[in-house]
């Protein structure tokens, strides 16, 4: 028996024509599409949105990352309430234009990203996408654990003890080997994300200063310096990474959303930037009576110390809200990033023909090995790194976001270069509008990522 | 495990793990599409060494 047969091991059918095979993971699939279509026959708009949506929620809520909400915190802290807030939804709907092209590539082809740029673009291509996406991804763990450990010290929790729960949640959510479960496990722990409201609204924020920044995208304190491009940058770079694509069109693929639920899947990933938005913008208006209060954040090392110095200025229940918050934006992180290298991984080999390798939540232990392995694996690494003895993470984290935008480039490029894909995407290709906008976008995106790794790489470039 | 044959069919055919296993034909890449990837690669293979220098150089400048 080849690998190919050995994978298919449940029934032939005659259902969906001759020659079919079909398998576990498509029983189950089709168990959700079933719910779907009853839905749609009902007219049932509000259950069928229910159903559709996730993707677009959790990739959007998980760039929300333990590094995001400090990018956030930082800019709150320095800048107070002017131009980041407008700021912070612009670089939101950018990234709601970025995330659309996933779905419709979901939809149109059914392949995730990672399969899609090995088939039509080759094995170099895919390979190098791949290594890129793995590489980014497993430096961006280290940093989300670095939240998860921040987030439980400051309630007292030893370092271990939260990386060792954090460590057991992320493969524990891998354990139920159904996506729906995963899907909505996470969408639950994703509402916590919006945490940041309550500590936003304990900091008593300026109701007419809040509309003004967003009339006149101002006030900047200080003018156009080198802290304020750099914070900029920044907040692009919290907002659309590399994962993120990867991610959303393989959950799309895996969800089974079809060209029906174009609308649908649109809606999830409108409703997760604007999700995603709220939560940034109340992270930078919780952290605005640092401001206010002349606090100098520059050393600040991670989320817990936000909450430390917000504890006496938006008092202890809304620094506890925010630690919290800090905690589960790294948790939620480390459960999309990781499944993220799964799909990347076992969809690059599973092209490659090198195994028989599936890639889905769907999936039980025993056909999913290198699927769930990589999740396992990388998220056992990423914890170990943050638990070696004075491991110096604040850099780290500063160079890891560095690395993410900067990989960023080649992967928006094979992004536009498949959303115009006539011959695999059909009528669901980019047109004038969408292109122009996304080219703009891919563009900005690319010289930002540049920008700010020669910023953060070498700080004193433009102040000499 | 007992399930409904019938059930499949609220899967697309385009769906079917049978019918995304068989890839997709390889498209031709125009020569200005190939050289922009080439140097997009050629740029991440050299910054991302010089972002790793960096970090390497923080790490070892006393503060």
Redesign the interface.
Same mark, same amino acid.
């Given at each position: 028996m080849s690998d190919?047969t050995m994978?298919?091991g449940?029934?032939k059918?005659s259902?969906?024509?001759a020659e079919?095979? @079909?398998?576990?993971? +498509?029983?189950l699939?089709?168990?959700d599409?079933?719910k779907v279509?009853k839905s749609r026959a009902a007219k049932s708009s509000l259950r069928l949105l229910w159903l559709l949506a996730g993707p677009g929620v959790l990739v959007m809520i998980g760039e929300n990352d333990g590094p995001s909400m400090v990018s956030y915190a930082t800019t709150g802290a320095t800048y107070g309430i002017g131009f980041f807030v407008p700021f912070v939804l612009l670089t939101f709907l950018m990234a709601y234009v970025v995330q659309e092209m996933t779905v419709r590539l979901g939809v149109a082809?059914?392949?995730g990203h990672s399969e899609?740029i090995f088939?039509?673009?080759?094995p170099f291509?895919g390979y @190098?996408a791949m290594a +890129?996406l793995l590489f980014g991804n497993l430096l961006t763990l280290v940093t989300e654990f670095i939240a998860i450990q921040a987030g439980g010290l400051y309630f007292g929790v030893p370092a271990w003890a939260s990386v060792a729960i954090g460590v057991a949640l992320v493969i524990g959510s891998l354990a139920f080997r159904r996506y729906a479960t995963w899907e909505r496990m996470l969408m639950g722990l994703a509402a916590f994300n919006l945490l940041f409201v309550p500590a936003a609204l304990l900091a008593h924020p300026d109701g007419a200063q809040l509309t003004h920044a967003l009339a006149t995208w101002g006030p900047v304190p200080g003018g156009f310096t080198t802290a304020f491009l750099t914070l900029v940058l920044a907040n692009v770079g919290a907002t659309v990474t590399p994962w993120m694509i990867f991610f959303q069109q393989s959950a799309v693929?895996d969800k089974?959303l079809?060209r029906a639920d174009l609308p649908q899947g649109r809606m999830d990933t409108a409703i997760g930037a604007v999700l995603a938005a709220v939560a940034a913008i109340a992270t930078l208006v919780a952290t605005a009576p640092l401001f206010a209060a002349k606090v100098d954040v520059s050393q600040f090392a991670n989320g817990a110390d936000f909450a430390t110095a917000l504890a006496p200025l938006i008092g202890s229940t809304g620094a506890s809200l925010f630690a919290l918050g800090i905690l589960e934006a790294g948790l939620i992180a480390a459960m999309t990033i990781s499944t993220s290298s799964s799909y990347s991984l076992a969809e690059t080999m599973?092209?490659a023909e090198t195994t028989s390798a599936?890639h889905s939540l769907n999936l039980d232990f025993a056909h999913g090995r290198l699927f769930y392995g990589a999740a396992i694996v990388s998220t056992i690494f990423a914890a170990g790194v943050v638990l070696i003895p004075g491991a110096?993470l604040l850099?780290?984290t500063l160079?890891v976001n560095?690395?993410a935008t900067?990989?960023m480039?080649?992967a928006l490029?094979?992004l536009l270069?498949l959303a115009n894909?006539t011959?695999?995407m059909g009528d669901l290709a980019n047109g004038r509008l969408a292109n122009l906008a996304g080219g703009t976008i891919v563009v900005a995106i690319?010289l930002v990522g540049?920008l700010y790794?020669v910023i953060?790489?070498?700080p004193n470039l433009l102040s000499n | 495990m007992a399930y409904d044959p019938a059930l499949i069919s609220a899967l697309e055919p385009g769906q079917l793990v049978a019918a995304t296993m068989r890839p997709l034909p390889r498209r031709k890449l125009s020569k200005g599409v190939l050289a922009l990837l080439v140097l997009l690669r050629v740029f991440i293979l050299i910054a991302v060494p010089v972002v790793i220098y960096a970090f390497v150089h923080a790490l070892l400048t006393p503060h």
């Open positions: 190919s994978n298919f449940y029934a059918s259902v969906v024509g079919e095979l @079909f398998t576990y993971e +498509d029983v699939r089709a168990r599409r079933l279509l082809t059914h392949r899609l088939q039509r673009f080759g291509w @190098f +890129d693929v089974g079809t599973s092209a599936r110096p850099v780290m160079t560095v690395i900067l990989l480039a080649p490029l094979l270069l894909d011959e695999i690319a540049a790794g953060t790489a070498f | -």
